[in-house]
């Protein structure tokens, strides 16, 4: 995600496409229900139920694409992309916009509240003493871009839970995820950036092993890792101890989420990548993930696999969009024990120049998901997508607002100076062009608010040409600006 590790449609995809059969009982425990199964998860209708089905975006509205527009324009340019629901990725707790949320409601579309669960990208705010939570790596420097925290750290644990809590009671989310709650990093080992090696870790593992941790780095040791097979291997069930036992105090501990707000859906995150035969193992081993171990204690709702970034940084023709196919290893293991837990699937579809995905790649993937029983995806982040680098803008829908005005909305966002210059709009009753009757066009994001100076009675359509879309705006600002070449016309309906 944001490290810039973390995926939109300017094709139309419907909601309902994926579907999921959920039933009350788990497997572990008969006839125990899930915590959403009592909150309105099964009515296809509600929040819940969106929140675990379909399509939807991770979205971070801290990208300069989301600032200077209304909050209903973003939620009109998403809703009209075809998603059911948002993954408002929060960067920084103390900035949350919440009137953002509320409008995507009033749309009809669940906002899970996502965050990191192994650091931070930003240290504002934190409460005195906050150093002493670092994870300590091997040989890397922690917190140049993303401060890494360690998992044992109780006061670190009690600070996340608190914040998790407030950030729940503050805003009305629809559900909680914590993505990135693992031990870095891949291959890190070799790479020196493998954690938590630090002392609050060696205490934790002196405790319940009575025993040093293995060395890392000096391969001439007694102690090097490859040399101590029993002791590594209780290491290795130590770091997957710290992180379910991290999820669990955080989702099911006193004064957790689930105790303060019990309808707030919870989602478990893992990695997954194509590694090879070992892949489950190796993401067990490098990052202390087994989700089996994570669903068992913590009893999700859902449980999101995340696509680790050997493959997301993948160009298109590298990463097909089927490319899920190949995590069936992980997922397997899962259905087992819990057939009736939603499984989500995350990808990224732009964080890399190189690896951004086109919108026929995102079509085929949302295709391909739920073949592979998968109940709902998402990507990150909305705005990263091909569609925003490739295509003019097209008008989607022209809504009539009172007698006099109609607002239009684009596929994307507009350019101020195009989207608001007269001569691109003509507007039609029954085919004929009415001269002069436009006053003045506003821009709002992906909309074009136009105040006429007649009121409108009849059919009317409009006209529309020479529109552009914002290079500046995007993430990879040397790309070409996309203007409509053709005239397209489209309907006025009232509200």
């Known amino acids: 995600m944001k490290k810039i590790f973390l995926s939109g449609i300017c094709i139309t995809i419907m909601a309902g496409l994926l579907s999921c059969s959920r039933h009350t009982a788990t497997p572990d425990t008969p006839g125990k229900e899930h915590p959403a199964d009592s909150i309105g998860a099964q009515d296809s209708t ?44 929060v960067v920084n707790e103390q900035e949350v916009n919440g009137p953002l949320i509320a409008a995507f409601h009033k ?31 091997t040989r890397e420097k922690n917190g140049e871009g993303f401060t890494f925290f360690s998992l044992f750290n109780k006061d670190f644990a009690a600070w996340k839970k608190q914040s998790l809590v407030k950030l729940l009671t503050d805003y009305p989310f629809d559900g909680v995820e914590m993505a990135e709650t693992y031990f870095p990093e891949w291959d890190a080992i070799r790479t ?8 609050v870790a060696q205490a934790a ?35 997957v101890d710290g992180v379910t036992d991290f999820l669990d105090e955080i989702y099911n501990g006193a004064g957790g989420v689930r105790a303060t707000h019990p309808n707030v859906l919870v989602a478990t995150w893992s990695l997954v990548v194509d590694a090879g035969l070992n892949s489950v193992e190796k993401v067990r081993e490098d990052h202390g993930l087994d989700v089996v171990e994570i669903v068992g204690k913590v009893k999700p709702d859902a449980h999101f696999f995340q696509t680790h970034w050997p493959d997301w940084i993948k160009t298109e023709k590298q990463l097909p969009p089927d490319y899920m196919k190949a995590y069936n290893i992980f997922t397997g293991p899962v259905h087992a024990p819990f057939p009736d837990l939603p499984l989500g699937f995350q990808a990224d579809q732009g964080s890399g120049k190189d690896m951004i995905k086109s919108a026929a790649w995102v079509h085929q993937f949302n295709e391909a998901v739920p073949k592979y029983g998968y109940a709902t995806w998402t990507t990150y982040e909305y705005h990263l997508g091909g569609y925003i680098y490739a295509g003019a803008p097209v008008p989607l829908k022209a809504v009539q607002q009172g007698n006099d005005s109609v607002i239009v909305s684009f596929s994307k966002r507009i350019d101020e100076t195009s989207g608001s210059n007269l001569a691109n709009y003509k507007l039609m009753k029954e085919a004929r062009l009415q001269d002069q009757v436009i006053k003045k066009i506003t821009v709002d994001g992906n909309r074009a608010i136009i105040e006429l100076n007649t009121s409108l009675t009849g059919t009317y359509s409009l006209v ?31 509200e």
Do not use: C
Request: without cysteine; glycine residues 8%; charged residues 20%.
């Open 192 to 199: 020196g950036r493998y954690g938590d090696v630090g002392p």
């Open 464 to 494: 529309i040409n020479n529109i552009g879309d914002t290079p500046a705006l995007r993430l990879y600002k040397d790309t070409p600006l996309n203007t409509m070449e053709k005239q397209q016309e489209i309907a006025i309906t009232k």
């Open 46 to 89: 509600s929040l819940k139920y969106r929140a675990l089905h379909g399509a939807t975006i991770q979205i971070d509205p801290s990208f300069p694409y989301y600032q200077h527009r209304s909050n209903e324009s973003i939620v009109d340019e998403i809703a009209l992309a075809g998603y059911t629901g948002v993954h408002y990725f």
């Open 205 to 239: 593992f002196k405790e319940k092993y009575n025993l040093g941790i293995p060395e890392f780095n000096n391969a001439s040791a007694a102690n090097f890792y490859t040399k101590i097979p029993e002791i590594y291997k209780k290491w290795m069930q130590f770091r």
């Open 107 to 137: 749309r009809g579309m669940p906002v899970w509240l996502m965050v990191v669960g192994n650091g931070t990208y930003s240290t504002k705010g934190l409460p005195a003493g906050w150093e002493q939570w670092k994870m300590e790596m």
